[in-house]
């Protein structure tokens, strides 16, 4: 509630962090790649790229009943039946689950034969305390934990650059900083050892 009336006050509060530009750049570009289908998308409290992917059904799945999710439920154990979605969205959510193994599992499990899940994490990130932060992923955790799927395309987002404005850029300084947002997303790199996280495409 603090946090939607000081971004009412505020407006340079809703500008994204160049983190999440960065992202959102590499996401649509995977989103271009998805064929019309039956969509999963996992958390959030309301479907964010609803308008960016292809779909002929489109349900979200939520541990918040107060978010009306279309599925109320754990990511651990969905309750759904096997063979159903073609596309899985799960953006920023494997670093607060307390088993993500588990959990890509399941989303596996609810996938068609060929059907595509597209995930994201953080690798470098100041501590979340809501919802429960758990873990930072690397490209080879990654490669594990997606191991069960027939093809895995990691991505990594952002720079040294990006990742240490990341950490800079928190609490009140933040009314000043996120004006240059868009300019420090921008420095982003292929090959870096220091991203900001990454984007995963899985195909079952």
């Given at each position: 509630?603090?946090?939607?009336l000081?971004?009412?006050c505020?407006?340079t509060l809703k500008i994204?962090?160049?983190?999440r530009?960065?992202?959102n750049?590499?996401?649509?570009?995977?989103?271009?790649?998805?064929?019309?289908g039956?969509?999963?998308?996992?958390?959030g409290?309301y479907?964010l790229?609803?308008?960016?992917?292809p779909?002929t059904?489109?349900l979200?799945?939520?541990i918040?009943?107060?978010?009306?999710?279309?599925?109320y439920g754990?990511?651990h154990e969905?309750?759904?039946?096997p063979g159903y979605f073609?596309?899985?969205i799960a953006t920023?959510?494997?670093?607060?689950?307390?088993?993500?193994?588990k959990?890509?599992?399941?989303?596996?499990?609810?996938?068609?034969?060929?059907?595509?899940c597209i995930?994201s994490?953080?690798?470098?990130?100041?501590?979340?305390?809501v919802p429960?932060?758990?873990?930072?992923?690397?490209?080879d955790?990654?490669?594990?934990?997606?191991?069960?799927f027939?093809?895995?395309?990691i991505?990594?987002?952002?720079?040294?650059?990006q990742?240490a404005?990341?950490?800079?850029?928190?609490?009140a300084?933040?009314?000043?900083l996120?004006?240059f947002?868009?300019?420090i997303?921008?420095?982003?790199?292929?090959?870096?050892?220091t991203?900001?996280?990454?984007?995963?495409?899985?195909?079952k």
């Amino acid at each position: 509630m603090l946090k939607k009336l000081a971004e009412k006050c505020i407006p340079t509060l809703k500008i994204p962090s160049a983190s999440r530009i960065s992202l959102n750049r590499l996401l649509f570009k995977q989103f271009k790649r998805l064929k019309p289908g039956i969509v999963l998308e996992i958390g959030g409290s309301y479907s964010l790229y609803k308008t960016k992917i292809p779909f002929t059904k489109y349900l979200r799945l939520d541990i918040d009943e107060g978010t009306k999710p279309d599925i109320y439920g754990d990511v651990h154990e969905i309750n759904w039946g096997p063979g159903y979605f073609d596309t899985v969205i799960a953006t920023e959510l494997l670093e607060h689950l307390y088993d993500p193994q588990k959990a890509i599992n399941e989303i596996k499990r609810v996938m068609k034969k060929g059907g595509v899940c597209i995930a994201s994490t953080r690798f470098i990130q100041h501590y979340l305390r809501v919802p429960l932060d758990y873990y930072r992923f690397t490209t080879d955790s990654l490669k594990y934990l997606f191991n069960g799927f027939s093809r895995v395309e990691i991505y990594p987002h952002g720079s040294r650059i990006q990742s240490a404005w990341q950490i800079l850029n928190i609490g009140a300084v933040k009314i000043i900083l996120n004006l240059f947002n868009p300019l420090i997303s921008l420095f982003n790199f292929k090959n870096t050892r220091t991203p900001c996280g990454f984007v995963v495409y899985a195909v079952k």
